[in-house]
T-cell receptor, first 112, second 114 residues
Framework: GNSVTQMEGPVTLSEEAFLTINCTYTATGYPSLFWYVQYPGEGLQLLLKATKADDKGSNKGFEATYRKETTSFHLEKGSVQVSDSAVYFC???????????WGAGTKLIIKP | NAGVTQTPKFRVLKTGQSMTLLCAQDMNHEYMYWYRQDPGMGLRLIHY???????AKGEVPDGYNVSRLKKQNFLLGLESAAPSQTSVYFCASSYSLAGAYEQYFGPGTRLTVT
């Protein structure tokens, strides 16, 4: 079946460190891939997306590249800030239905 | 422009009680969704709606009912609450299909069933 696997958290980093949060997926067909972010006490919001292989999504210094050969969509940021502390969710969508398939979320903690 | 709002923000119920969660959006979106979020499980879709007057089951619909009488509102009902329904509930809306367009989320409702 279709699924999304994220690295378990929490991930704890110091400010200005390099961030990678791994996301791999299993899907039939050609999904679109997303990263959503949930700041403390808030709902989720779209961070970035990619709709086809080799696309790179980027926003707020975060990037992720849709790698079909490794079925991955890893989230990266070159220098994290305390304000990046949040839970990050990877998700995929198949055009055949209305549902997003979600990963379990990865909590990121940035220490000053 | 309020986006997606949810009422209430917190609620404690006793087993067997009923309640309704209200979701409202002011973006004229066709699609609306109810999710529950549990630790370590990400988001699971409860029910969704593709337009006024229509609803459909998601991944975990048992124990919940929904209604979409007006385009801007999507109600989630629990007829007889159970401790297993303790969760954080999120409503979301989107202009069109989930993949093509961003889903906008409300701030969530934290429900505890004792």
């Amino acid at each position: 079946g279709n699924s999304v696997t994220q690295m378990e958290g929490p991930v704890t980093l110091s400010e200005e460190a390099f961030l990678t949060i791994n996301c791999t997926y299993t899907a039939t067909g050609y999904p679109s891939l997303f990263w959503y972010v949930q700041y403390p006490g808030e709902g989720l919001q779209l961070l970035l997306k990619a709709t086809k292989a080799d696309d790179k999504g980027s926003n707020k210094g975060f990037e992720a590249t849709y790698r079909k050969e490794t079925t991955s969509f890893h989230l990266e940021k070159g220098s994290v800030q305390v304000s990046d502390s949040a839970v990050y969710f990877c998700a995929l969508d198949l055009d055949s239905n209305y549902q997003l398939i979600w990963g379990a979320g990865t909590k990121l903690i940035i220490k000053p | 422009n309020a986006g997606v709002t949810q009422t209430p923000k917190f609620r404690v119920l006793k087993t067997g009680q009923s309640m309704t969660l209200l979701c409202a959006q002011d973006m004229n979106h066709e699609y609306m969704y109810w999710y529950r979020q549990d630790p370590g499980m990400g988001l699971r879709l409860i029910h969704y709606s593709v337009g006024e007057g229509t609803t459909a089951k998601g991944e975990v619909p048992d124990g919940y009912n929904v209604s979409r009488l007006k385009k801007q509102n999507f109600l989630l009902g629990l007829e007889s609450a159970a401790p297993s329904q303790t969760s954080v509930y999120f409503c979301a809306s989107s202009y069109s299909l989930a993949g093509a367009y961003e889903q906008y989320f409300g701030p969530g409702t934290r429900l505890t069933v004792t």
